[in-house]
């Protein structure tokens, strides 16, 4: 595949990063998932970023990546939002903040812009290790 083409790969791999992130944070999670986010010993953060992971799993896979490589993107995102999530949802659970406020909204969009970097470096390695 040409160079040019691989930019079709790249531009589809951040397209489905994005509707995998609008499906896995906005569809399917539950308020139970919410709770849970501020305590490890719950399973509900472990089943939301479980959820993310499985939903990637297909897009490294149809970009051609080794097994390898895919099992340690995979690893490196479910920690990523994990500890994200878990970070945000303790500070959630302490202040209680309210979403009215411009101080709920910069700590969500805070929260969604370090998932989008993540998106970011799952795209820069596709590019590293597809790049001929």
Request: proline share 3%.
């Amino acid at each position: 595949m040409s160079v040019k083409g691989m930019d079709y790969v790249f531009l589809w791999a951040l397209i489905g990063l994005q509707l995998k992130h609008f499906v896995a944070d906005y569809t399917l999670q539950w308020p139970s998932m919410i709770a849970d986010k501020c305590h490890v010993n719950r399973a509900g953060g472990y089943i939301h970023s479980g959820i993310h992971v499985v939903l990637t799993l297909p897009i490294l896979v149809l970009c051609g990546l080794s097994a390898v490589v895919v099992i340690s993107v995979l690893v490196f995102e479910f920690v990523v939002h994990y500890v994200t999530d878990y970070a945000k949802g303790c500070y959630d659970c302490a202040h209680k903040p309210d979403m009215y406020t411009r101080h709920y909204w910069v700590l969500h969009g805070a929260d969604q812009l370090v998932h989008q970097l993540t998106y970011a470096a799952i795209v820069a390695v596709i590019m590293m290790y597809t790049i001929p």
